[in-house]
């Protein structure tokens, strides 16, 4: 007889300027191509003629045109595309991505600000399984229905429509799983405040949780019965990050649904490489090893809280500088003064004007990420009455 459950794949995040030459191998093609539902978070929208970078802080980012058609081939047929990098070239080079992936597969998370935040249903042996793709507040999300509702943006994962959203989730299909892309980039762990938003997309109706953004693995749990995955790092993303721990390791989450709606779920490792081309299950003992390490971590309050501050406060010089080059200043001693002057010596020495980006604050300021991190972060110096001059 067989088997009527639903299998699911879901892949971590999907970044490849040139797909030419890049393949799958065996053990993944074939673990792809016996699953009902494939899904990949796809990081950037593909190269449109005309379509411009916008005003943004950090990298603007464009892929291979050809890249859905071939996902598609491999057997995707999901494409979370609510994150950070998708309006990294405007609406322009958004709904291109939307009208490519649109033929073959289902795209979440982007357009208008009804598409946007409508749950995309797959039909899989008689159950309807929806998933709903959410990114935190960087640029191009759909913030206010008022002023962008027939903007081609991303859907907010804090939006007050969300758990709306959710709660109501049942009436359209028989399982939901929420696709948030939010956190901490090259940090193991998930801050605190995304867990608990997390756990409350599962007690507002949600009956999975599988989240991206990091670049790197995260652990994963059951809460209230219902499997959550932070992060499940790179799937495939190339570029020249590679010296990064775990850059290149990543995670699929595959959950079964059974015939009762019951979601089961492992943790599948895969690995990429640039120089290969090729993306691969991983059979690497150490992988697994260290992420048995992070997950019981994790599960131990006091170390996790601890790991979570002492990263947070390592970050303060990374902060500071961000905000330099966004123009905002506190020069209170020569000895800042000296420093920001060597940090411009060469653009002074060539006669040019020093160009500040304000995106950079702004990002800081709407980003939930970065504003809970710098918040523990003044929080912790000004508990240990440490001064940040």
């Given at each position: 007889m067989a088997d009527a459950s639903v299998i699911i794949n879901l892949a971590g995040d999907f970044y490849v300027p040139n797909i030419e030459g890049w393949s799958f191998d065996d053990q993944l093609s074939d673990l792809l191509q016996k699953s009902d539902i494939n899904g990949v978070n796809f990081e950037a929208p593909v190269r449109t003629e005309g379509a411009m970078p916008i005003k943004k802080s950090g990298p603007s980012l464009c892929q291979d045109p050809q890249a859905p058609h071939w996902l598609t081939r491999q057997g995707f047929n999901l494409f979370d595309c609510a994150n950070n990098h998708i309006f990294?070239?405007?609406?322009?080079?958004?709904?291109?991505?939307?009208?490519?992936?649109?033929?073959?597969?289902?795209?979440?998370?982007i357009g208008s600000f009804?598409?946007?935040?409508?749950?995309?249903?797959?039909?899989?042996?008689?159950?309807?399984?929806?998933?709903?793709?959410?990114?935190?507040?960087?640029?191009?999300?759909?913030?206010?229905?008022?002023?962008?509702?027939?903007?081609?943006?991303?859907?907010?994962?804090?939006?007050?429509?969300?758990d709306e959203i959710i709660s109501k989730s049942h009436k359209q299909c028989d399982i939901l799983i929420?696709?948030?892309?939010?956190?901490?980039?090259?940090?193991?762990?998930?801050?605190?405040?995304?867990?608990?938003?997390?756990?409350?997309?599962?007690?507002?109706?949600?009956?999975?949780?599988?989240?991206?953004?990091?670049?790197?693995?995260?652990?994963?749990?059951?809460?209230?019965?219902?499997?959550i995955f932070y992060s499940l790092g790179n799937f495939c993303f190339d570029m020249d990050f590679q010296d990064k721990p775990l850059y290149c390791n990543g995670l699929i989450a595959q959950l079964r649904v059974d015939a009762d709606n019951t979601v089961f779920n492992h943790a599948i490792p895969t690995q990429f490489s640039i120089a290969e081309k090729k993306v691969s299950l991983c059979h690497d003992a150490s992988f697994c090893k260290f992420m048995d390490g992070i997950n019981t971590l994790f599960n131990n309050e006091r170390l996790y809280l601890d790991r979570v501050n002492a990263q947070c406060l390592s970050l303060?010089?990374?902060?500071?500088?961000?905000?330099?080059?966004?123009?905002?200043?506190?020069?209170?001693?020569?000895?800042?003064?000296?420093?920001?002057?060597?940090?411009?010596?060469?653009t002074l020495l060539k006669g040019k004007k020093t160009k500040?980006?304000?995106?950079?604050?702004?990002?800081?300021?709407?980003?939930?990420?970065?504003?809970?991190?710098?918040?523990?972060?003044?929080?912790?110096?000004?508990?240990?009455?440490?001064?940040?001059?």
């Open positions: 990294d070239f405007g609406s322009r080079a958004l709904c291109q991505t939307l009208d490519v992936i649109s033929l073959p597969a289902q795209a979440a998370g009804e598409g946007a935040y409508s749950i995309k249903c797959i039909e899989a042996k008689g159950k309807n399984i929806g998933f709903l793709a959410l990114t935190q507040y960087e640029f191009g999300v759909h913030d206010d229905e008022t002023y962008t509702s027939q903007d081609y943006k991303s859907a907010w994962m804090c939006h007050p429509i969300v929420v696709l948030p892309h939010a956190g901490l980039e090259y940090f193991s762990l998930p801050l605190p405040e995304l867990r608990t938003l997390y756990r409350h997309f599962i007690t507002m109706g949600a009956d999975a949780v599988v989240a991206s953004h990091p670049h790197i693995p995260q652990p994963w749990e059951s809460f209230q019965g219902k499997p303060l010089p990374w902060y500071q500088t961000i905000m330099e080059m966004g123009g905002f200043y506190q020069v209170s001693s020569l000895k800042k003064i000296s420093s920001l002057l060597s940090k411009h010596t060469r500040f980006n304000d995106a950079h604050i702004i990002n800081m300021m709407r980003c939930e990420t970065h504003r809970w991190v710098l918040s523990r972060i003044f929080e912790l110096l000004n508990r240990c009455k440490v001064s940040y001059q």
